[in-house]
Protein backbone atom coordinates (compact mmCIF):
# COMPACT_ATOMS: atom_id res chain seq x y z
CA UNK A 1 0.00 0.00 0.00
CA UNK A 2 1.44 3.55 -0.77
CA UNK A 3 -0.07 5.98 1.55
CA UNK A 4 1.77 9.37 1.01
CA UNK A 5 3.78 10.52 -1.75
CA UNK A 6 5.85 13.66 -2.14
CA UNK A 7 7.75 15.30 -4.48
CA UNK A 8 11.72 16.55 -4.37
CA UNK A 9 11.97 19.71 -6.16
CA UNK A 10 14.75 20.36 -8.98
CA UNK A 11 18.28 21.09 -7.73
CA UNK A 12 17.34 20.08 -3.75
CA UNK A 13 18.66 17.05 -3.98
CA UNK A 14 22.68 15.97 -3.86
CA UNK A 15 23.53 14.70 -7.36
CA UNK A 16 25.94 12.44 -5.68
CA UNK A 17 24.47 10.68 -2.79
CA UNK A 18 26.35 9.68 0.83
CA UNK A 19 26.48 6.06 1.76
CA UNK A 20 26.46 6.07 5.29
CA UNK A 21 26.30 9.58 7.90
CA UNK A 22 27.10 8.96 11.57
CA UNK A 23 24.42 11.02 13.76
CA UNK A 24 25.52 13.00 16.68
CA UNK A 25 25.53 10.10 18.79
CA UNK A 26 27.24 7.70 16.86
CA UNK A 27 29.94 10.56 16.76
CA UNK A 28 29.54 10.76 20.92
CA UNK A 29 30.34 7.27 21.37
CA UNK A 30 32.87 6.96 19.19
CA UNK A 31 34.65 9.68 20.87
CA UNK A 32 33.92 8.38 24.09
CA UNK A 33 35.42 5.03 23.23
CA UNK A 34 38.42 6.34 21.93
CA UNK A 35 38.91 8.06 25.15
CA UNK A 36 38.74 4.96 27.32
CA UNK A 37 40.43 2.29 24.61
CA UNK A 38 37.62 0.35 23.91
CA UNK A 39 38.60 -3.30 24.03
CA UNK A 40 41.44 -2.30 26.51
CA UNK A 41 43.35 -0.21 28.56
CA UNK A 42 45.54 1.57 26.67
CA UNK A 43 49.12 -0.45 25.88
CA UNK A 44 52.16 0.99 27.71
CA UNK A 45 54.79 2.18 25.45
CA UNK A 46 57.87 -0.27 24.90
CA UNK A 47 60.90 0.23 26.04
CA UNK A 48 63.94 -0.21 24.68
CA UNK A 49 65.45 -4.25 25.32
CA UNK A 50 68.78 -3.96 27.17
CA UNK A 51 71.07 -5.79 25.23
CA UNK A 52 72.65 -8.35 27.45
CA UNK A 53 76.76 -8.37 27.75
CA UNK A 54 77.88 -11.40 26.33
CA UNK A 55 80.73 -12.67 27.72
CA UNK A 56 83.70 -12.97 24.91
CA UNK A 57 84.28 -16.92 23.66
CA UNK A 58 87.84 -18.07 24.12
CA UNK A 59 89.37 -19.33 21.26
CA UNK A 60 90.05 -22.84 21.09
CA UNK A 61 93.20 -24.00 19.36
CA UNK A 62 93.14 -27.30 17.35
CA UNK A 63 95.80 -29.04 14.93
CA UNK A 64 93.05 -31.11 13.30
CA UNK A 65 91.25 -29.54 10.25
CA UNK A 66 87.88 -28.75 10.59
CA UNK A 67 85.85 -31.57 9.29
CA UNK A 68 87.52 -33.71 11.80
CA UNK A 69 86.53 -32.96 14.74
CA UNK A 70 83.78 -35.04 15.52
CA UNK A 71 85.47 -36.23 18.44
CA UNK A 72 85.74 -33.10 20.49
CA UNK A 73 81.86 -33.17 20.13
CA UNK A 74 81.27 -35.39 23.34
CA UNK A 75 79.26 -33.50 26.42
CA UNK A 76 78.42 -30.16 27.19
CA UNK A 77 80.09 -30.21 30.59
CA UNK A 78 82.18 -26.81 29.66
CA UNK A 79 81.73 -24.25 26.84
CA UNK A 80 84.03 -25.02 24.83
CA UNK A 81 81.55 -28.01 24.03
CA UNK A 82 78.68 -26.20 23.50
CA UNK A 83 80.67 -23.82 21.33
CA UNK A 84 81.61 -27.00 19.24
CA UNK A 85 78.16 -28.28 19.22
CA UNK A 86 76.53 -25.12 17.88
CA UNK A 87 79.10 -24.89 15.26
CA UNK A 88 78.27 -28.76 14.20
CA UNK A 89 74.73 -28.10 14.44
CA UNK A 90 74.39 -25.07 11.29
CA UNK A 91 76.75 -27.55 9.41
CA UNK A 92 74.06 -30.59 9.56
CA UNK A 93 71.08 -27.75 8.78
CA UNK A 94 72.84 -26.14 6.25
CA UNK A 95 73.67 -29.71 4.64
CA UNK A 96 69.39 -30.06 5.10
CA UNK A 97 68.52 -26.84 3.38
CA UNK A 98 70.57 -27.57 0.50
CA UNK A 99 68.56 -31.46 0.23
CA UNK A 100 65.27 -29.17 0.36
CA UNK A 101 65.97 -27.14 -1.90
CA UNK A 102 67.15 -29.77 -4.45
CA UNK A 103 64.13 -31.63 -3.93
CA UNK A 104 61.61 -28.48 -4.55
CA UNK A 105 63.51 -28.00 -7.98
CA UNK A 106 63.22 -31.13 -8.51
CA UNK A 107 58.80 -31.75 -7.99
CA UNK A 108 58.65 -28.49 -10.20
CA UNK A 109 60.83 -30.03 -12.79
CA UNK A 110 58.01 -32.63 -12.76
CA UNK A 111 55.28 -30.66 -12.87
CA UNK A 112 56.25 -28.52 -15.41
CA UNK A 113 56.74 -32.04 -17.30
CA UNK A 114 53.59 -33.08 -16.42
CA UNK A 115 51.73 -29.71 -17.83
CA UNK A 116 53.62 -29.91 -21.12
CA UNK A 117 52.52 -33.91 -21.36
CA UNK A 118 48.53 -33.02 -20.78
CA UNK A 119 49.52 -30.25 -23.52
CA UNK A 120 50.75 -32.59 -25.84
CA UNK A 121 48.06 -34.98 -24.53
CA UNK A 122 44.90 -32.35 -25.81
CA UNK A 123 46.94 -31.00 -29.16
CA UNK A 124 47.34 -32.88 -32.23
CA UNK A 125 49.80 -34.81 -32.46
CA UNK A 126 50.21 -35.22 -36.55
CA UNK A 127 52.71 -32.58 -37.92
CA UNK A 128 50.41 -32.31 -40.83
CA UNK A 129 47.29 -31.23 -38.83
CA UNK A 130 50.01 -28.43 -37.52
CA UNK A 131 47.63 -25.49 -39.29
CA UNK A 132 50.25 -22.51 -37.22
CA UNK A 133 52.51 -22.43 -40.32
CA UNK A 134 49.37 -22.38 -42.75
CA UNK A 135 48.86 -18.85 -44.10
CA UNK A 136 45.41 -17.42 -43.95
CA UNK A 137 43.75 -16.34 -47.13
CA UNK A 138 40.31 -15.09 -46.05
CA UNK A 139 39.00 -11.73 -47.04
CA UNK A 140 37.00 -9.57 -43.89
CA UNK A 141 36.53 -6.34 -43.66
CA UNK A 142 37.25 -4.35 -40.54
CA UNK A 143 34.99 -3.39 -38.21
CA UNK A 144 33.82 0.06 -38.33
CA UNK A 145 33.15 1.23 -34.82
CA UNK A 146 31.28 4.65 -35.93
CA UNK A 147 29.03 2.93 -38.71
CA UNK A 148 27.92 0.24 -35.85
CA UNK A 149 27.38 3.09 -33.23
CA UNK A 150 25.00 4.58 -35.47
CA UNK A 151 23.32 1.88 -36.68
CA UNK A 152 22.34 1.24 -33.57
CA UNK A 153 24.12 -2.32 -33.18
CA UNK A 154 27.06 -1.39 -31.02
CA UNK A 155 27.80 -2.31 -27.55
CA UNK A 156 24.90 0.53 -26.72
CA UNK A 157 22.34 -2.58 -27.40
CA UNK A 158 20.95 -4.87 -24.73
CA UNK A 159 22.29 -7.95 -26.83
CA UNK A 160 25.31 -6.79 -27.23
CA UNK A 161 28.25 -9.62 -26.86
CA UNK A 162 30.70 -9.12 -24.10
CA UNK A 163 33.47 -7.94 -26.24
CA UNK A 164 31.64 -5.12 -26.81
CA UNK A 165 31.46 -4.15 -23.17
CA UNK A 166 35.05 -2.42 -23.58
CA UNK A 167 35.79 1.54 -22.62
CA UNK A 168 37.44 3.80 -25.05
CA UNK A 169 40.94 2.33 -24.41
CA UNK A 170 39.87 -1.28 -25.59
CA UNK A 171 40.21 -2.80 -21.84
CA UNK A 172 37.18 -3.82 -20.19
CA UNK A 173 34.63 -1.61 -18.35
CA UNK A 174 34.63 -1.36 -14.39
CA UNK A 175 31.36 -2.65 -12.74
CA UNK A 176 32.31 -0.13 -10.06
CA UNK A 177 32.10 3.03 -12.60
CA UNK A 178 28.66 1.36 -13.47
CA UNK A 179 27.39 1.10 -10.13
CA UNK A 180 28.03 4.95 -9.33
CA UNK A 181 26.63 6.04 -12.30
CA UNK A 182 23.19 4.23 -11.48
CA UNK A 183 24.27 6.43 -7.82
CA UNK A 184 24.19 9.77 -9.34
CA UNK A 185 21.32 12.12 -9.67
CA UNK A 186 21.50 13.83 -13.61
CA UNK A 187 20.20 17.29 -14.32
CA UNK A 188 16.69 15.68 -15.87
CA UNK A 189 15.71 13.46 -13.32
CA UNK A 190 12.87 13.84 -11.22
CA UNK A 191 12.80 12.23 -7.56
CA UNK A 192 9.84 11.51 -5.35
CA UNK A 193 9.41 9.92 -1.72
CA UNK A 194 6.77 7.30 -1.42
CA UNK A 195 5.40 5.84 2.02
CA UNK A 196 5.09 2.42 1.01
CA UNK A 197 3.79 -0.70 3.32
CA UNK A 198 3.99 -4.41 2.17
CA UNK A 199 2.62 -7.01 4.67
CA UNK A 200 4.29 -6.33 7.89
CA UNK A 201 7.58 -4.29 6.42
CA UNK A 202 7.59 -0.68 6.15
CA UNK A 203 9.73 1.62 3.84
CA UNK A 204 10.34 5.11 2.50
CA UNK A 205 11.02 4.58 -1.20
CA UNK A 206 13.19 7.23 -3.03
CA UNK A 207 12.50 6.56 -6.77
CA UNK A 208 14.00 8.32 -10.10
CA UNK A 209 11.72 9.40 -12.92
CA UNK A 210 14.11 10.11 -16.18
CA UNK A 211 11.76 12.31 -18.17
CA UNK A 212 13.97 12.23 -21.19
CA UNK A 213 13.62 8.39 -21.57
CA UNK A 214 10.77 7.13 -19.30
CA UNK A 215 13.00 4.98 -16.89
CA UNK A 216 11.01 4.46 -13.26
CA UNK A 217 13.02 3.09 -10.86
CA UNK A 218 13.82 3.06 -7.01
CA UNK A 219 17.16 4.86 -6.34
CA UNK A 220 17.26 3.46 -1.91
CA UNK A 221 15.15 2.61 0.40
CA UNK A 222 14.91 3.49 4.49
CA UNK A 223 13.51 0.81 6.47
CA UNK A 224 10.83 2.48 9.07
CA UNK A 225 9.72 1.10 12.27
CA UNK A 226 5.97 1.71 12.35
CA UNK A 227 3.49 2.05 9.27
CA UNK A 228 3.79 5.53 7.51
CA UNK A 229 0.49 7.40 7.52
CA UNK A 230 1.75 10.74 5.94
CA UNK A 231 4.99 12.69 4.94
CA UNK A 232 6.53 16.57 4.47
CA UNK A 233 9.50 17.63 2.88
CA UNK A 234 11.51 20.56 3.55
CA UNK A 235 15.59 21.22 3.50
CA UNK A 236 16.44 22.68 6.57
CA UNK A 237 18.41 20.00 8.86
CA UNK A 238 18.34 19.59 12.85
CA UNK A 239 21.48 21.16 12.60
CA UNK A 240 20.58 24.04 10.65
CA UNK A 241 21.61 23.43 7.26
CA UNK A 242 20.41 23.53 4.37
CA UNK A 243 20.04 19.68 2.98
CA UNK A 244 17.23 17.10 1.54
CA UNK A 245 15.05 15.77 4.78
CA UNK A 246 11.55 14.16 4.45
CA UNK A 247 9.13 14.20 7.76
CA UNK A 248 7.05 11.13 8.08
CA UNK A 249 4.14 10.83 10.60
CA UNK A 250 3.59 6.88 11.59
CA UNK A 251 1.22 5.24 13.60
CA UNK A 252 3.42 5.74 16.61
CA UNK A 253 3.51 9.42 18.07
CA UNK A 254 6.82 10.33 16.63
CA UNK A 255 7.46 12.14 14.04
CA UNK A 256 11.27 11.00 12.50
CA UNK A 257 12.82 13.08 9.81
CA UNK A 258 15.08 11.41 7.55
CA UNK A 259 17.79 12.67 5.37
CA UNK A 260 17.09 11.51 1.86
CA UNK A 261 21.07 11.90 0.51
CA UNK A 262 22.39 9.34 2.66
CA UNK A 263 21.85 5.74 0.76
CA UNK A 264 22.27 3.59 3.86
CA UNK A 265 21.00 5.44 6.55
CA UNK A 266 20.14 3.31 10.08
CA UNK A 267 18.88 6.46 12.11
CA UNK A 268 16.76 9.08 11.62
CA UNK A 269 18.36 12.68 11.80
CA UNK A 270 16.37 13.80 14.59
CA UNK A 271 12.75 12.46 16.24
CA UNK A 272 10.34 15.05 17.01
CA UNK A 273 8.43 13.94 20.23
CA UNK A 274 7.55 9.83 20.70
CA UNK A 275 9.32 8.05 23.17
CA UNK A 276 12.26 9.02 25.19
CA UNK A 277 15.68 7.06 24.53
CA UNK A 278 17.57 8.99 26.23
CA UNK A 279 17.90 6.40 29.19
CA UNK A 280 18.32 3.46 26.92
CA UNK A 281 21.11 5.20 25.27
CA UNK A 282 22.75 6.42 28.21
CA UNK A 283 22.33 2.53 29.52
CA UNK A 284 23.85 0.91 26.53
CA UNK A 285 26.64 3.70 27.08
CA UNK A 286 27.55 2.24 30.45
CA UNK A 287 26.81 -1.41 29.56
CA UNK A 288 29.70 -0.73 26.87
CA UNK A 289 31.75 1.05 28.89
CA UNK A 290 31.67 -1.19 31.02
CA UNK A 291 32.50 -4.26 29.06
CA UNK A 292 35.20 -2.74 27.48
CA UNK A 293 37.33 -1.72 30.71
CA UNK A 294 39.03 -5.28 31.68
CA UNK A 295 40.62 -3.16 34.66
CA UNK A 296 36.65 -2.53 35.90
CA UNK A 297 35.70 -5.56 38.40
CA UNK A 298 32.45 -3.69 38.63
CA UNK A 299 30.59 -5.60 35.88
CA UNK A 300 26.98 -4.70 36.86
CA UNK A 301 24.87 -4.27 33.70
CA UNK A 302 21.99 -1.44 33.29
CA UNK A 303 18.67 -2.82 32.12
CA UNK A 304 16.03 -0.66 30.20
CA UNK A 305 12.43 0.11 31.55
CA UNK A 306 9.87 -1.91 30.18
CA UNK A 307 7.66 0.76 29.50
CA UNK A 308 9.42 3.69 27.87
CA UNK A 309 8.43 7.46 28.64
CA UNK A 310 7.20 9.97 26.19
CA UNK A 311 9.01 13.39 25.52
CA UNK A 312 7.62 16.04 27.36
CA UNK A 313 5.24 17.22 24.87
CA UNK A 314 5.06 14.72 22.42
CA UNK A 315 1.98 13.54 20.27
CA UNK A 316 0.16 10.62 22.69
CA UNK A 317 -1.47 9.35 19.65
CA UNK A 318 -0.80 8.14 15.88
CA UNK A 319 0.76 11.36 13.54
CA UNK A 320 -2.02 11.34 10.90
CA UNK A 321 -1.05 14.74 9.24
CA UNK A 322 2.11 16.85 8.60
CA UNK A 323 2.87 20.48 6.77
CA UNK A 324 6.41 21.59 6.62
CA UNK A 325 6.24 25.73 6.63
CA UNK A 326 7.73 26.99 3.49
CA UNK A 327 8.55 30.42 4.87
CA UNK A 328 10.00 29.61 8.07
CA UNK A 329 11.65 26.66 7.15
CA UNK A 330 12.31 24.72 10.18
CA UNK A 331 8.74 24.86 11.05
CA UNK A 332 6.57 21.71 10.88
CA UNK A 333 2.80 21.14 11.89
CA UNK A 334 1.64 17.84 13.03
CA UNK A 335 -1.92 17.11 13.54
CA UNK A 336 -2.78 13.77 15.39
CA UNK A 337 -5.32 11.05 16.73
CA UNK A 338 -5.13 12.33 19.90
CA UNK A 339 -7.06 15.82 18.63
CA UNK A 340 -4.39 18.37 19.10
CA UNK A 341 -2.26 20.36 16.70
CA UNK A 342 1.76 20.68 17.83
CA UNK A 343 4.20 22.82 16.02
CA UNK A 344 8.07 21.86 16.01
CA UNK A 345 11.36 23.54 15.36
CA UNK A 346 13.59 21.18 13.73
CA UNK A 347 16.88 22.71 14.92
CA UNK A 348 14.87 22.21 18.82
CA UNK A 349 13.93 18.56 18.84
CA UNK A 350 13.78 17.89 21.87
CA UNK A 351 11.00 20.34 22.94
CA UNK A 352 7.68 21.41 21.26
CA UNK A 353 6.74 24.84 19.79
CA UNK A 354 3.25 25.21 20.86
CA UNK A 355 0.50 22.89 21.11
CA UNK A 356 -3.42 23.47 19.62
CA UNK A 357 -6.42 22.33 21.64
CA UNK A 358 -8.94 23.77 19.26
CA UNK A 359 -10.66 20.27 17.61
CA UNK A 360 -12.40 17.81 19.58
CA UNK A 361 -11.92 14.55 17.17
CA UNK A 362 -8.97 13.55 14.81
CA UNK A 363 -7.09 15.94 12.98
CA UNK A 364 -6.64 14.68 9.67
CA UNK A 365 -5.36 17.33 7.79
CA UNK A 366 -2.82 20.70 8.59
CA UNK A 367 -1.64 23.03 5.81
CA UNK A 368 0.34 25.92 5.89
CA UNK A 369 -0.50 28.97 3.76
CA UNK A 370 2.08 29.00 1.33
CA UNK A 371 2.56 33.02 1.94
CA UNK A 372 1.95 33.92 5.58
CA UNK A 373 4.62 31.95 7.39
CA UNK A 374 1.80 32.31 11.14
CA UNK A 375 -0.82 31.10 9.10
CA UNK A 376 -1.90 27.58 9.55
CA UNK A 377 -5.16 26.03 8.22
CA UNK A 378 -6.30 22.43 9.99
CA UNK A 379 -9.12 20.19 9.28
CA UNK A 380 -10.52 17.42 11.82
CA UNK A 381 -13.54 14.38 11.89
CA UNK A 382 -15.36 16.18 13.97
CA UNK A 383 -16.68 17.84 10.55
CA UNK A 384 -14.83 21.29 10.95
CA UNK A 385 -12.35 23.55 9.14
CA UNK A 386 -10.31 25.87 11.35
CA UNK A 387 -8.29 28.75 10.81
CA UNK A 388 -5.08 29.48 12.94
CA UNK A 389 -2.67 32.34 13.57
CA UNK A 390 -0.13 30.70 15.37
CA UNK A 391 1.36 33.05 16.65
CA UNK A 392 -1.61 34.10 18.72
CA UNK A 393 -2.32 29.84 19.63
CA UNK A 394 -5.56 28.61 20.65
CA UNK A 395 -6.66 32.40 21.37
CA UNK A 396 -7.70 33.20 17.81
CA UNK A 397 -9.18 30.71 16.09
CA UNK A 398 -12.00 30.70 13.26
CA UNK A 399 -13.78 27.94 11.86
CA UNK A 400 -16.52 26.47 9.44
CA UNK A 401 -18.42 23.33 9.18
CA UNK A 402 -18.37 20.52 6.88
CA UNK A 403 -21.06 18.06 5.63
CA UNK A 404 -18.60 15.08 6.93
CA UNK A 405 -15.77 14.17 7.88
CA UNK A 406 -12.69 16.09 6.59
CA UNK A 407 -10.00 14.56 4.49
CA UNK A 408 -7.63 17.03 3.07
CA UNK A 409 -7.13 20.70 2.59
CA UNK A 410 -5.20 22.63 -0.01
CA UNK A 411 -4.17 26.14 -1.21
CA UNK A 412 -4.63 27.94 -4.04
CA UNK A 413 -0.91 28.88 -4.95
CA UNK A 414 -2.24 31.72 -7.43
CA UNK A 415 -4.92 32.62 -5.58
CA UNK A 416 -3.77 32.50 -2.01
CA UNK A 417 -6.84 33.73 -0.16
CA UNK A 418 -8.41 30.73 -1.13
CA UNK A 419 -8.72 27.11 0.86
CA UNK A 420 -10.22 24.23 -0.35
CA UNK A 421 -11.52 21.28 1.46
CA UNK A 422 -12.68 18.24 0.59
CA UNK A 423 -14.75 15.96 2.58
CA UNK A 424 -15.32 11.82 2.72
CA UNK A 425 -18.75 12.06 1.40
CA UNK A 426 -16.86 13.76 -2.00
CA UNK A 427 -17.82 17.04 -1.64
CA UNK A 428 -14.97 19.59 -2.67
CA UNK A 429 -15.86 22.88 -0.89
CA UNK A 430 -14.12 26.25 -0.98
CA UNK A 431 -13.37 29.57 0.98
CA UNK A 432 -12.41 32.73 0.75
CA UNK A 433 -10.44 32.84 4.29
CA UNK A 434 -11.36 37.08 3.97
CA UNK A 435 -14.54 36.85 4.19
CA UNK A 436 -14.75 33.55 6.92
CA UNK A 437 -16.72 34.39 9.19
CA UNK A 438 -19.45 34.29 7.10
CA UNK A 439 -18.88 30.52 6.96
CA UNK A 440 -20.25 30.15 3.04
CA UNK A 441 -18.49 28.67 0.68
CA UNK A 442 -17.36 30.63 -2.31
CA UNK A 443 -18.48 27.16 -4.28
CA UNK A 444 -18.90 23.58 -3.61
CA UNK A 445 -19.53 20.90 -5.61
CA UNK A 446 -19.86 16.99 -5.28
CA UNK A 447 -17.01 16.04 -7.35
CA UNK A 448 -17.64 11.98 -6.41
CA UNK A 449 -20.72 10.92 -5.12
CA UNK A 450 -19.95 7.20 -4.52
CA UNK A 451 -15.78 6.82 -4.01
CA UNK A 452 -15.58 9.72 -1.88
CA UNK A 453 -12.61 12.43 -2.70
CA UNK A 454 -8.87 10.95 -0.64
CA UNK A 455 -6.78 13.71 -2.08
CA UNK A 456 -6.84 16.85 -3.93
CA UNK A 457 -3.74 19.25 -5.36
CA UNK A 458 -2.97 22.41 -7.23
CA UNK A 459 -0.49 22.30 -10.30
CA UNK A 460 1.46 24.83 -8.73
CA UNK A 461 2.52 25.88 -12.30
CA UNK A 462 -0.49 26.15 -14.45
CA UNK A 463 -3.19 28.51 -12.97
CA UNK A 464 -7.05 27.58 -12.33
CA UNK A 465 -5.52 23.31 -12.46
CA UNK A 466 -6.53 21.20 -9.64
CA UNK A 467 -6.53 17.34 -9.75
CA UNK A 468 -8.55 14.85 -7.21
CA UNK A 469 -8.21 11.12 -7.03
CA UNK A 470 -10.75 9.06 -4.93
CA UNK A 471 -11.30 5.18 -4.41
CA UNK A 472 -12.75 4.59 -7.42
CA UNK A 473 -9.43 4.11 -8.84
CA UNK A 474 -9.74 7.47 -11.17
CA UNK A 475 -7.96 10.74 -11.31
CA UNK A 476 -10.11 13.47 -12.08
CA UNK A 477 -8.72 17.10 -13.83
CA UNK A 478 -10.08 20.26 -12.55
CA UNK A 479 -10.39 23.64 -14.11
CA UNK A 480 -11.32 25.79 -10.98
CA UNK A 481 -11.10 29.38 -12.84
CA UNK A 482 -14.60 30.68 -11.93
CA UNK A 483 -16.53 31.74 -15.69
CA UNK A 484 -19.94 33.57 -14.89
CA UNK A 485 -20.06 32.13 -11.39
CA UNK A 486 -20.41 28.48 -12.22
CA UNK A 487 -18.88 25.83 -10.27
CA UNK A 488 -15.10 24.13 -11.16
CA UNK A 489 -15.72 22.35 -14.42
CA UNK A 490 -14.37 18.49 -14.89
CA UNK A 491 -11.76 18.68 -17.76
CA UNK A 492 -10.39 14.71 -17.81
CA UNK A 493 -10.06 11.63 -15.96
CA UNK A 494 -8.36 8.40 -16.58
CA UNK A 495 -8.18 5.13 -14.55
CA UNK A 496 -4.63 4.91 -13.20
CA UNK A 497 -4.61 1.04 -12.70
CA UNK A 498 -2.84 1.31 -9.21
CA UNK A 499 -6.18 0.15 -7.35
CA UNK A 500 -7.81 2.28 -4.99
CA UNK A 501 -6.43 5.79 -4.76
CA UNK A 502 -5.50 7.42 -1.44
CA UNK A 503 -2.95 10.34 -2.57
CA UNK A 504 -1.79 12.64 -6.00
CA UNK A 505 0.73 14.93 -6.00
CA UNK A 506 1.69 17.48 -9.03
CA UNK A 507 5.51 18.01 -9.54
CA UNK A 508 6.79 21.57 -8.72
CA UNK A 509 9.33 21.72 -11.12
CA UNK A 510 7.41 20.54 -14.13
CA UNK A 511 3.83 21.88 -15.30
CA UNK A 512 2.64 18.48 -17.04
CA UNK A 513 3.70 15.84 -14.48
CA UNK A 514 1.36 14.38 -11.46
CA UNK A 515 2.09 10.61 -9.76
CA UNK A 516 -0.61 9.14 -7.61
CA UNK A 517 -0.59 5.96 -5.58
CA UNK A 518 -2.99 3.63 -3.28
CA UNK A 519 -3.61 0.06 -2.24
CA UNK A 520 -1.42 -1.53 -4.58
CA UNK A 521 2.35 -1.97 -4.75
CA UNK A 522 2.98 0.40 -7.62
CA UNK A 523 3.10 4.68 -8.25
CA UNK A 524 1.57 5.36 -11.15
CA UNK A 525 2.79 8.78 -13.01
CA UNK A 526 0.50 10.39 -15.69
CA UNK A 527 2.58 13.01 -18.27
CA UNK A 528 -0.22 15.24 -19.15
CA UNK A 529 1.88 16.43 -22.47
CA UNK A 530 0.13 13.89 -24.64
CA UNK A 531 -3.30 15.12 -23.74
CA UNK A 532 -3.91 17.29 -26.36
CA UNK A 533 -7.33 18.38 -24.58
CA UNK A 534 -5.47 19.31 -21.48
CA UNK A 535 -2.66 20.93 -23.87
CA UNK A 536 -5.40 23.17 -25.57
CA UNK A 537 -7.11 23.88 -22.20
CA UNK A 538 -4.37 24.92 -20.26
CA UNK A 539 -1.47 24.73 -22.19
CA UNK A 540 -1.55 29.05 -22.69
CA UNK A 541 -1.21 28.80 -18.59
CA UNK A 542 1.41 27.42 -18.19
CA UNK A 543 3.93 29.34 -16.13
CA UNK A 544 7.69 29.36 -16.90
CA UNK A 545 8.81 31.69 -13.62
CA UNK A 546 6.84 31.52 -10.57
CA UNK A 547 8.06 34.46 -8.24
CA UNK A 548 5.19 37.00 -9.24
CA UNK A 549 2.40 34.58 -9.08
CA UNK A 550 1.67 36.44 -5.40
CA UNK A 551 1.08 40.04 -7.05
CA UNK A 552 -0.97 38.44 -10.07
CA UNK A 553 1.67 38.61 -12.73
CA UNK A 554 2.14 34.83 -14.27
CA UNK A 555 4.16 34.54 -17.35
CA UNK A 556 2.82 32.16 -19.65
CA UNK A 557 4.69 30.04 -22.76
CA UNK A 558 4.94 30.90 -26.21
CA UNK A 559 1.35 30.47 -26.61
CA UNK A 560 0.13 33.24 -24.27
CA UNK A 561 -1.01 36.20 -26.10
CA UNK A 562 -0.31 39.93 -25.86
CA UNK A 563 -3.98 40.76 -24.70
CA UNK A 564 -3.58 38.35 -22.18
CA UNK A 565 -1.16 39.60 -20.88
CA UNK A 566 -1.95 43.01 -21.17
CA UNK A 567 -5.62 41.98 -19.06
CA UNK A 568 -3.05 40.50 -16.31
CA UNK A 569 -1.10 43.74 -16.33
CA UNK A 570 -4.46 45.84 -16.41
CA UNK A 571 -6.04 44.13 -13.42
CA UNK A 572 -3.24 43.89 -11.48
CA UNK A 573 -3.31 48.39 -12.43
CA UNK A 574 -6.79 48.80 -11.00
CA UNK A 575 -6.03 46.59 -8.12
CA UNK A 576 -2.88 48.83 -7.31
CA UNK A 577 -5.21 51.72 -7.64
CA UNK A 578 -7.69 50.82 -5.39
CA UNK A 579 -5.16 49.93 -2.58
CA UNK A 580 -3.31 53.30 -3.34
CA UNK A 581 -6.64 55.40 -3.00
CA UNK A 582 -7.66 53.77 0.33
CA UNK A 583 -4.36 54.41 2.34
CA UNK A 584 -3.56 57.38 0.39
CA UNK A 585 -4.07 59.41 3.37
CA UNK A 586 -1.43 56.84 5.83
CA UNK A 587 0.92 57.35 2.57
CA UNK A 588 0.88 60.82 2.58
CA UNK A 589 1.61 61.30 6.12
CA UNK A 590 4.19 58.81 6.42
CA UNK A 591 6.09 60.80 3.27
CA UNK A 592 5.78 63.92 4.74
CA UNK A 593 7.32 62.50 8.18
CA UNK A 594 10.02 61.25 6.10
CA UNK A 595 11.11 63.84 3.26
CA UNK A 596 14.29 65.18 3.21
CA UNK A 597 15.16 68.47 2.17
CA UNK A 598 16.38 67.80 -1.20
CA UNK A 599 12.73 66.46 -1.72
CA UNK A 600 11.13 69.37 -0.21
CA UNK A 601 12.88 71.85 -2.60
CA UNK A 602 11.56 69.25 -5.39
CA UNK A 603 8.41 69.49 -5.03
CA UNK A 604 8.41 73.47 -4.19
CA UNK A 605 9.66 74.22 -7.49
CA UNK A 606 6.85 71.51 -9.27
CA UNK A 607 4.19 73.67 -7.78
CA UNK A 608 5.23 76.75 -8.74
CA UNK A 609 6.13 75.43 -12.08
CA UNK A 610 2.31 74.36 -12.06
CA UNK A 611 1.35 77.35 -10.95
CA UNK A 612 2.97 79.35 -14.21
CA UNK A 613 1.12 76.78 -17.10
CA UNK A 614 -2.27 77.33 -15.02
CA UNK A 615 -1.74 81.38 -15.37
CA UNK A 616 -0.68 80.89 -18.88
CA UNK A 617 -3.90 78.50 -20.02
CA UNK A 618 -5.64 81.18 -18.12
CA UNK A 619 -4.47 83.77 -20.36
CA UNK A 620 -4.41 81.65 -23.56
CA UNK A 621 -8.41 81.42 -22.58
CA UNK A 622 -9.09 85.26 -22.32
Partial sequence: MISAIEWIPEGVADPNPKKYEFSAPELELIEMMEQQNFGGEKAAPKQPKQKKSKKPKEKIEHSLPADLRMDEYSSDEDENDAVQGTA?????????????????????????????????MDSDSDDDDDLNDVPDTREYTPLDMEGLNNLGLSHVGTNAPAYMDMNENGEEADDDDSDIEDVLIQPGDALFVVAKTEEDFA???????????????VHHDIPLPNFPLCLAHGDISPTGSAGNYCAVGTFGPGIEVWNLDVLNALEPSCVLGGEDTSMADEIMRHNMMQSSSRHNNNTTKLEPHDRPQLKPGSHTDAVMSLSWNKVHRQVIAS???????????????????????????????????????TLLATGSYDRTVALVDAREGNSNVRKVKLPADCEVLAWDPFQPQLLT??????????????????????????????????????????????????????????????ENNKKPQACGSKDMAVGKLYTVNFYPSSPWLLGCGG?????ALWDLTRETSIQKRFGHRSVVVNNNAASGIVEGDEETTKDEKQEAL??????????????????????????TPFEKRKKNKKKKAGGKKKKAHKAGSR
Fill in 88 to 120: VGNLLLDSTDMLEEEEQEQEEEGSKDHVDKDDN
Fill in 203 to 217: SLEVNVYEQTTGNLF
Fill in 335 to 373: GSADCTVKLWDVTQPDRTAGTLTHHKDKVQSVVWHPQEG
Fill in 421 to 482: AASEDGTISCWDVRKFSNKTPLWSMVANEYGGVSDISYNPNVPGMMVSCSVDKTVVLWDTTL
Fill in 519 to 523: NGKEI
Fill in 570 to 595: DAMMINNNNNKNDSQVGQNEQSTATE
